[in-house]
């Protein structure tokens, strides 16, 4: 395989398998571009609990300590609340150590500016060029700073801002039995006590104790939570969660096992927003139209952007979004909290419309309008991806384009969206119709197509 294929700098940073493609050496030397690229002061490295993370901190920490910055490290935590805290804290810029939903072998550099938020579009290509031309500042012994540890005040932060946003005493009211699953990885540090002691619920735990590996595929997905949605069914909870490595991400099982295709959550999320305040949405190209069914019968507007939360967020910021997110990966961005995938936001809002309602979780979910969506991936060779997209557009010569990001088809009743991840070397592939049967022909014939059968 190609040796670019292993190492990706994208949206959200520079990502890669640990070894030979994402080394210590990289990592410092990347660390050290961002920290000439700041400008030296404080910067807020934390990380999820990956085995080569301890190893890539530590070279994180040499990197910024070498370009004059102060390092403030506060352990394993969840990307958003590195990223709350880099904001709060007024930081110079922050990175988190995570590959998110990745497989355990990679891992990656997650690059926050002094908002925390991702860095855009001319903010990346500005470090990428003080990396790629090696052109670092080199701290002299005296403007070497400190290294410091901060472990409680990120997580308090983060929570404090969330709460604000429901009502807490109605939901520990409900005494709600919840399972949860934080595949062993940031979340297990924050996610127990927030559930159990912030907000009054009975836990049932899986996969909690951050010492441990994964024990599922990172990604949390329906076919990825068979021993969450056993333990519903078993200790009957009124809800579960599951999260991803660096608890950005959500998942959701109602009360009789079932998982929710994770469009739905966040559907669920933006529903519960706009009806406290009307106004614009903006998710991903790869979102489902379940969005555009919510956000109009609200009167707001949908705004659609490639995927990738800093693309979300750069149009959030513009429109004055009041939610968006990304819909397949279970990201909820709610500006209220902070402009970043949350799944703690996602978890208050949700236990806080049950309490409010008294509807089931699964009753919830049956509010939203029905949709068939098909996800998929298939690897492609370097330098075949154009003609492999102008064969998908002469597959469908009536379908309506959009080239913003890979290529995304709009037929009459339903879509397909083709482009090559910003995470792993591989074509993703997503299919939405509103019938079964429309939406396994359409990701039939695109799969067959761009495979070659």
Known sequence: MPREHLLKIGVSGIRGVVGEFLTPLLARAFAQAFGTYVGGGRVVVGRDTRSSGPMLQRAVHCGLLASGCEVIDVGVLPTPT??????????????????????PEYNALKLFNGSGLFFNHYERSELLDIYH??????????????????TEAPARMHLERVVKHVNVDRIRARKFRVGLDSVNGAGSVMSPGFLSETLGCELHAI???PTKPFPRVAEPRPDTLGDLAELVRTKQCD?????????????????????LDNDDVLALAVMIALERRPGNVVVNLTTSSV????????????????VGEANVVDVMQAVNAVIGGEGSNGGIIFPAVH?????YTGMAFLLDRMAETGLTMSQLAAQLPRYWRRLGKTGFEHGRLGPLMQALEDRFPGAKLDCSDGLKLLLEDSWVHVRSSNTEP????AAEAKSEAGVEKLYGDVLSLLSGR
């Open 339 to 343: 402009l970043c995938r949350d799944s």
């Open 426 to 429: 591989i074509l993703r592939i």
């Open 291 to 306: 969005i555009d069914d919510v956000v109009t019968a609200r009167g707001g507007k949908v705004y659609r952007t490639p």
């Open 133 to 150: 031309q090696s052109d670092f500042r080199q701290a002299y012994n005296d403007e070497i700073l400190r290294l410091s540890t901060e």
């Open 207 to 209: 996969s909690i104790d």
């Open 82 to 103: 590195i990223q709350i805290y880099t904001g709060a804290t007024r930081a110079r810029g922050g990175l988190a150590i995570t590959a998110s939903h990745n497989p």
């Open 239 to 259: 809800i579960a969660f599951g999260q991803d490595p660096d608890g950005d991400r959500l998942a959701v099982v109602d009360e009789h096992g079932n998982v």
